[in-house]
């Protein structure tokens, strides 16, 4: 069992960059692929990405592929989004995601989400 714990979201102007950070419990946090959701109002849990456990092979989905980061630290149990030249579709809430098996796109195969943290990007 892992608990995840997001931080960093907040109130972004259009273009700028935020950081989200997502903290995990325990001592097995390199044993679990770790990955990125959104959930904008109205609309269904988006995969935005994720990461294997070495942090060596990170994976985007496609609107966010050459703005986003995925990053893991796992000396500190913990995994980053890095978000730059954000949108204002790019407002959501954002939920931290992590996994034993490799799952990528969809939310029903992770096992443990955190709480969310919401990004709003203004126009």
């Known amino acids: 069992q892992v608990q995840l714990v997001e931080s960093g979201g907040g109130l972004v102007q259009a273009g700028g960059s935020l950081r989200l950070s997502c903290a995990a419990s325990g001592r097995t946090f390199s044993n679990y692929y770790m990955g990125w959701f959104r959930q904008a109002p109205g609309k269904e849990r988006e995969f935005v990405a994720a990461?294997?456990?070495?942090?060596?092979?990170?994976d985007y989905g496609d609107s966010v592929k050459g703005r986003f980061t995925i990053s893991r630290d796992n000396a500190k149990n913990t995994v980053y989004l890095q978000m730059n030249s954000l949108k204002a579709e790019d407002t959501a809430v954002y939920y931290c995601a992590a996994s034993t098996r490799w799952i990528r796109v969809d939310p029903a195969g992770w096992g443990y989400w955190g709480q969310g943290t919401q990004v709003t990007v203004s126009s």
């Open positions: 990461i294997s456990r070495s942090g060596s092979i990170p």
